[in-house]
Structure formats: structure tokens, C-alpha cells
DNA sequence: CTGAAAGCGCTAACAT
DNA sequence: ATGTTAGCGCTTTCAG
């Protein structure tokens, strides 16, 4: 048992030819006798030869490493989209680092510095929540880097994305609500600096107005996304003289502390209030009564992230940004459906 | 802007020196005169220099990363630990690769020789569900490659681990149940090739004993931790002739399954049955009831597993195995308190 | 105080 | 058909 894994080196001496030969025999070179191919071969099997990837790292200039970073690691969406990533560029000979921002902006400017010291070839990044200036992003676009941003975007017309459907799917979300029923559809809206939260704004916006509602100011509740802003969001929406018959929340983390503190209220969903969450259908169909959600394609959302990644980094694509858009998907169930 | 980082030797030559002088200005070596070292410097950090880490691997052979392989990506459980592996490792100047296993031996394997191959110096594991023997660690340990187990663990003697105190947990929430005025009591179970759902297992006859009961055969369901099979052990365990009045699972998985099924037959929690979850807080209090959990600190067992494979790294220590068990903390919430 | 040279594992010209 | 050499970026003897 070597306590080193065994290299050309190693090979060579053992057969008595050269490290360049072991090198070319294992390519199947024709240059190379079908003996000395044969007998390199079948050493290199028995011994489980592996290319370090340090040295074709450091001769190639390149590490095969894409940096990802993602607002936090223990949700069900990023993780999934992490998988996703990963499983494409597994496939393409790629390792991934991942990073969290934790959802700061100083702590993805940091991520980016760490990730770019360790070398990585390119990023595939979702902005943070605190994050409201881009200009961190010069560096690497400048450098034409591999770049590619998921879900929360920026500077579309410099940088690949994949996104999903968001001011589509919130207008839908809006028009189900009233199709359901609903009269007094309330937004529990995020930052508007975050694409994702501005998409899905516009898109209830859009939807209010397809049902021939102008928006009420009164119900529509902007916050940072944590869980005690949307707390505090929908009590005050609760307390309203003509409180919301419907609450669209613009995330997960909004959509069950809305639920809860409905809950905590003693109202009852959806007779008194109809609800959606955006969340995956674990979740979905974990709470009593079971909610309408909309599912992303978390997913697939990875693995297109990781393809636009890859086709930026063969040199002979001129590099022009692509956007993907993919498909979500409303999913009803009881949370949003009023008695009749 | 390089399109390449800068090296040593972009230094040195904008310096007309040689290349080991600023190696040597860079570390503040002595011999170096001051003015040379303070000139390096300055342009080391104006051009923003790092040392780049194929190199020095290569030099020093060693990756610097850890290989991770979890059962899976997208549960808290384990997204959360690895986010605690990845915080010590990252304060040590350590990467760490993920993989996971999606709960299969064969991919467990696949994993190992994949990690391997991408000289990692040493792994950190929790066994997928699936495996049943470990001799795919004899490699790794005999080259005496840093390893730790956590949570489903293997081969105590030889390989350090991280635990959680599984059978004393397990007993205090079996008597608890006890307290709470339930007097049979259920145990849906997992495969006993798994450390962690022998020592639940276990835990949960010595709390029966201690309450003084025998174990009841066909109160106790073992299943292999999926939906389906948990939510089949429920259905069984509520169609017996004297049905169970509390239900411990053995893990969260199959926590949620009993959960769904024992409502889906309109019974009440705590009222008919009484269910404790092995999950963590935000699941135990999103659902309704909200359910008596044990919590495990994991964003500590992978800081601490994290910390024992750092140890074995340091060639000094004579690799004696360790285990560090960690507490897990019964809370008490609604779904085991029956009403009086 | 500083430079030259070797070597980590590998590949690709460039010999032979 | 095979070997030699140089070089990727860095550290570390060994020589000045």
C-alpha cells in the first residue's frame, strides 16, 4: 500500500522507459509500440494511476473549478440548485466551491476575493439580499471570466443568466387569487433592488390590473425578507380596517411567517385569508391546510447555470450574454381554493 | 487588468530581481535587505499577488481540501453541518469538496474513488443508508488518510467520529412519553446496520424498561427511512386492534410521513397519538401541531468533525481514534402533550 | 544579501 | 518508436 498516490514517475522507472512514453502510452499514442502501450496500460490499471490534477492544473492554467455563491447554504431551493450545478459540471470534469453571502453584500464581495484566490475559472453567483450596488462585478467581467448569475440577477445586458418566470407567474398567482374569489389581494413584497422581488411586484401589479383593480397602496408591504419584517408585515395587513381576503408573499421565508402569524391570529386559511407560498412541494404539502406554491425548477435552474458557465468558457463563443428563462409552475392547492 | 494573476515572477522581473528574492521579500525573510522587501510588498499588494494554490500543492503535495460525502444535499440536517465543516475548514485554509450519495452504497464507493482521485487529503463521511459493509475505507485507512465519520458511523476503533448522544436521547423521549400519560408506545425504526438507528432503537427498549414495560413486537416497525415505507408502518401501526398511543420515528423523514398519515386518517396529535420528530426548529414549528423535537447541534458536529480530521492531519499525533458525542436537546411542544 | 538550480507531476515540442 | 528538455509557479537548498 503506497502511501503516495503513484505518478508517471513511478510508471517509468518500474518498466524502464520514459516518463514521456508512460505519458503517451497511456493516450494511446501511435507513436508508441502496441507492447509498450499494452504493458504501461495494464501497470497503470493495476496500480490506479490517477492524473494529479494539481500538475495539469498548473501546466494548463486552469483549475476546473467553478465558484458558486448563494445567500445561504440550508435552504431547500439553494441546495437544490447547488445539486444541480454540481451534477453538470461533475460531467464536465468540473469541482465546484461553494460559498454563502449570508445574504451580505460585504460578505459576497469577500466570497468573490476568496473564491478568485483560490483560483477559480469562472463564478455562478445569486446576489445577495444587501446587495445594491454591482460594481464588484467589474473585475471578473472585465477579465472575461466565466460569469453567470441565477435568480437574483444584474447587469443582464454584460452577464448570462437563468431566471424564471417571475412577473409572469405573479401576475397568474394574482388572477387565481381573484378567479378564487379573492377582492382585497395583498403583496408582502421584498427589496425592489432585487430582481426576483421587483419581477413579482410588477407582475401583481400587472395581475390587479387584468382584473380591473388599481393597487392599494394600503396592501402592499415591502421587506427585507426576514422572517420578523414579514411578521410584522402581516399583522399590520391583519389589522387593516378592511384587512386583505388574499396574501401573495414574494418568498418562502414571507410565505410561512405570514402563515404562522395567520395562524397565531386564529384566522383560518383560506376561508378568511387565501394564500400562496413560493416553495418546493415538501413544504407545500407539510402545513395544514396544504398550500398553493409556486415550484421553480430549482434544479434545472442549476444545471442551465452551470451549461451557460461552460459554453462561456470555450474561447470561441464571442461571449455574448444569454438569458435563459425557465418555467414555473402554479400548483394549487387548498390554501388559496374559498369555500363556496 | 491582467488577463492573467500575477506570479512571482511578473515581480521579479518588474523588479529586476530574481524570483526567489521576492519569495524571500514576501515572507519577510531576514536576509533580505529592507528596502527590497518593502519594494516587493508594495507592488505585491498594488498588483494584488497571491500565491497560487496549484503550485504550492504541487510543491508540497497536498490539496488542502477535504472530501465530504453526505447521504444527502438538500435537507437542513446536513446542509447545515456542512456549513459548519466549512467554516473550520475555510478558518484552516481548507476547501472542501461535496459529494453525495443519495443514500446508495455503489455511489458511496463512487464517491470515494472520485474524491480520491481529486487528491483530497482525507474525507469526512456520514454513511448513505444503504451501506451495509466498510470495507471501502480499508484503503483510506490503511494509507492513513485523515477520516471521520459523524452521525452514521462505522469502525469505531480505527476511525474518529462525531455523535450525538442517540441512546439517551432516545430513552428520555421514550419516558417522556411515558410522563405524558402515553402507555403505548410505538417506534417506527430504521435499518439496525445503521449506527444511529440501532443506538434510537436501543435508547427507545431501555426507556421502555425503565417505565416498566416490555417491548411490545408488534409496536415496532422497521423500515428503510423512506416515505413510502414510513408512511406504510404508520398505516399499520393505526389499523393494530390496540393502536399505539405515541409514535417515536427515527428520524425526520419518517417523523413527517407518520405526521401526514396519522392526519390523513382524521386522528388528532397529541389527542389520540401523541409523535415526537427528530427535526430541526423551523420544521418542528411550521407544521400544526407543532412537534416535540430533538435537535441536534449541527452546525457543531460538522465544526467538530471538521476539527478532528484537522487533527489528524498534524503528523505528530499518533491518530489515536476519538469520538466526540454532542448533546441533542429534547424540546417539548405541543404534539406530545396529551390534554389532561 | 541575493541568485541559480532543482524539483513537485505532467505535457508537448524537439530531438534522435 | 522513444527519449530529452523546457516550463507551468513556487520553495528551498546550495553557491556565491
Redesign the pocket.
Known amino acids: 500500500m503506497t502511501k503516495?498516490?503513484?505518478?508517471?514517475?513511478?510508471?517509468?522507472s518500474a518498466l524502464?522507459?520514459?516518463?514521456?512514453?508512460?505519458?503517451?502510452?497511456?493516450?494511446n499514442?501511435?507513436?508508441?509500440?502496441?507492447?509498450?502501450?499494452a504493458k504501461v496500460q495494464s501497470l497503470a490499471r493495476e496500480w490506479n494511476?490517477?492524473?494529479?490534477p494539481?500538475?495539469?492544473g498548473?501546466?494548463?492554467?486552469q483549475t476546473k473549478t467553478i465558484g458558486v455563491i448563494v445567500p445561504d447554504l440550508v435552504t431547500y431551493f439553494y441546495s437544490s440548485i447547488i445539486s444541480g450545478i454540481e451534477q453538470v459540471a461533475k460531467e464536465n470534469g468540473y469541482y465546484i466551491i461553494i460559498s454563502s453571502s449570508n445574504e451580505s453584500y460585504e460578505k459576497e464581495k469577500e466570497c468573490i476575493e476568496n473564491l478568485l484566490m483560490s483560483r477559480v475559472e469562472g463564478l455562478i453567483i445569486c446576489l445577495a439580499r444587501d446587495t445594491v450596488d454591482y460594481n464588484h462585478f467589474d473585475k471578473i467581467i472585465n477579465n472575461e471570466m466565466p460569469l453567470v448569475f441565477f435568480d437574483r440577477i444584474c447587469r443582464t445586458s454584460e452577464v448570462s443568466s437563468v431566471v424564471t418566470d417571475n412577473r409572469e407567474i405573479a401576475r397568474e398567482l394574482t388572477i387565481h387569487f381573484y378567479d378564487g374569489g379573492a377582492r382585497r389581494i395583498a403583496h408582502i413584497a421584498g427589496p425592489q433592488t432585487l430582481s426576483i422581488a421587483k419581477d413579482r411586484y410588477e407582475g401583481y401589479l400587472s395581475g390587479l390590473a387584468d382584473c380591473g383593480f388599481s393597487a392599494d397602496e394600503s396592501l402592499i408591504k415591502f421587506t427585507n425578507l426576514t422572517e420578523s419584517e414579514a411578521t410584522e408585515a402581516t399583522r399590520q395587513l391583519l389589522s387593516l380596517p378592511k384587512p386583505p381576503d388574499a396574501i401573495f408573499s414574494v418568498n418562502d421565508t414571507v410565505s410561512f411567517a405570514a402563515m404562522k402569524e395567520i395562524k397565531r391570529q386564529g384566522l383560518r386559511i383560506p376561508d378568511d385569508i387565501s394564500l400562496v407560498a413560493i416553495t418546493d412541494e415538501f413544504h407545500a404539502t407539510l402545513v395544514d391546510p396544504q398550500l398553493t406554491n409556486v415550484m421553480h425548477p430549482t434544479y434545472e435552474i442549476g444545471q442551465e447555470a452551470a451549461r451557460l458557465f461552460l459554453r462561456q468558457g470555450k474561447q470561441g463563443e464571442k461571449m455574448v450574454p444569454m438569458q435563459v428563462v425557465l418555467k414555473s409552475q402554479l400548483v394549487v392547492r387548498a390554501s388559496s381554493v374559498k369555500p363556496t
Open positions: 503516495h498516490p503513484v505518478s508517471l514517475k513511478d510508471i517509468a524502464q522507459v520514459s516518463i514521456s512514453t508512460v505519458s503517451r502510452a497511456l493516450k499514442h501511435p507513436d508508441i509500440s502496441p507492447e509498450v502501450t494511476y490517477s492524473p494529479n494539481l500538475a495539469m498548473l501546466l494548463r492554467q
